[in-house]
């Protein structure tokens, strides 16, 4: 009944069904009646005042039956002023001809209620009210109508407006909460598309990971054997001893190799955090690595670790992987620790070794490019990143994000 806002709920449709079906049967049983027990008094001597009310009565059923029954207000909003003032004017007109039609205002001012807003329709009510008050008994009965007669008409206008009303307010309420399932749709929409979009950011920057790590240690590797055969075979007739050395050299820099690109497809088997409980991904992380490179890895996570945002546990967990990588590849540390504290509005992420540390460029170093991916995983949740070496040995890399809400 709100022509400016959504539709209502589809619950809210169903419950006013039935309240529509008896409005109908009102409207069309109270203009049958009145017209019925009018012709009926004035049978047989029917005269063209009559045959107006006839007329007046069948304009008043079309106008309800085309913005009531046929398209209710909900679809044609423009369609209810046409209605109200055609209803009102007949009204009018039959109250002129017969003060016994003056009692249907009562119906048209709680449809108005129910309508239009409630201070435009309490003051039109009145005034039509007034209007076809004055023309059906006239000023000199009116001034003569008793207590009892003013009580009676009063309280049956007054409880249709009231009625009119409390349909207005339930038609709002239940527009209301239309609008706010549709926003609330729209937000988690929003949600759904924001989240697949870091997923595949997040695939997407680790493939060039995967990428460079490859390039910078197999593609170097291989360089660096290709020279090393090609060598291998001039020193071959001429120095043997030499030749052979070069192949142990070889053989050293084929099974680093073999370790690296090992280590490369650990991590391209790693999934994604996805859905998995933030706490047990950062558990079965560190007893993976530690088994992998023999180290006693500390991991303390604090409790409600698993209700953060998706997209904050996600570069938390990015940074728990990159963080052990590189403690696993370049610390050669006898012992590591992972400690993810909450406080009332940040979340900090902790990863520390007593290794040899990283120097200080390492960020801008080729082979430490995944580094400079976690500055910009926790930058894209709001966050700060930094990596620090700690005393009196060891690194510690740390990542700290605000919570909001």
């Known amino acids: 009944m709100n022509s400016n806002s959504s539709a209502p709920l589809p619950e809210a449709k169903h419950a006013l069904t039935i309240p529509r079906l008896g409005l109908h049967v009102m409207t069309f049983g109270l203009l049958a009646y009145f017209l019925g027990s009018r012709l009926h008094y004035a049978w047989p001597n029917w005269g063209s005042s009559d045959l107006l009310l006839v007329v007046l009565v069948a304009i008043q059923a079309g106008l309800y039956l085309k913005c009531w029954v046929f398209s209710p207000p909900d679809d044609s909003p423009g369609w209810w002023q046409v209605y109200f003032a055609g209803s009102f004017f007949c009204c009018f007109c039959e109250s002129l001809t017969s003060s016994y039609f003056s009692w249907l205002a009562a119906l048209y001012t709680g449809q108005m209620c129910a309508i239009l807003s409630p201070r435009v329709s309490i003051i039109a009510s009145i005034l039509a009210l007034t209007v076809i008050e004055f023309a059906a008994f ?113 053989k050293t820099l084929s099974r680093s190799s073999t370790d690296a690109l090992r280590r490369s497809l650990d991590n391209l088997r790693a999934p994604a955090l996805g859905d998995n409980p933030l706490t047990r991904t950062l558990e079965s992380l560190c007893a993976d690595v530690g088994r992998r490179a023999a180290l006693k890895i500390d991991c303390q996570i604090a409790a409600g670790a698993d209700a953060l945002p998706h997209a904050v546990s996600e570069a938390l967990w990015r940074v728990a992987q990159e963080g052990l990588t590189n403690v696993e590849r370049h610390a050669r540390a006898r012992q590591a620790a992972l400690r993810l504290d909450l406080q009332p509005q940040l979340v900090v992420l902790r990863v520390s070794d007593d290794g040899v540390g990283l120097p200080p460029d390492a960020e801008s170093k080729p082979g430490h490019y995944g580094l400079r991916g976690l500055r910009e995983h926790i930058g894209g949740v709001g966050g700060t990143f930094s990596l620090t070496t700690a005393a009196p040995r060891g690194t510690v890399v740390e990542a700290r994000v605000p919570l909001i809400g």
């Open 138 to 250: 006239g000023s000199t009965q009116l001034a003569h109508r008793s207590a009892g007669e003013w009580v009676l008409r009063v309280s049956l206008f007054a409880s249709w407006m009231v009625m009119g009303l409390f349909i207005k307010q339930i038609d709002t309420i239940s527009h209301g909460r239309a609008d706010l399932i549709v926003e609330l749709e729209a937000a988690k929409r929003e949600l759904r598309l924001a989240r697949d979009r870091e997923v595949e950011l997040a695939t997407l920057r680790e493939r060039e990971r995967l990428a460079r790590d490859l390039h910078d240690n197999l593609g170097h590797a291989l360089v660096t054997l290709t020279v090393q055969i090609e060598a291998v075979q001039r020193l071959l007739p001429v120095d043997p001893a030499r030749a052979a050395q070069s192949l142990e050299e070889m």
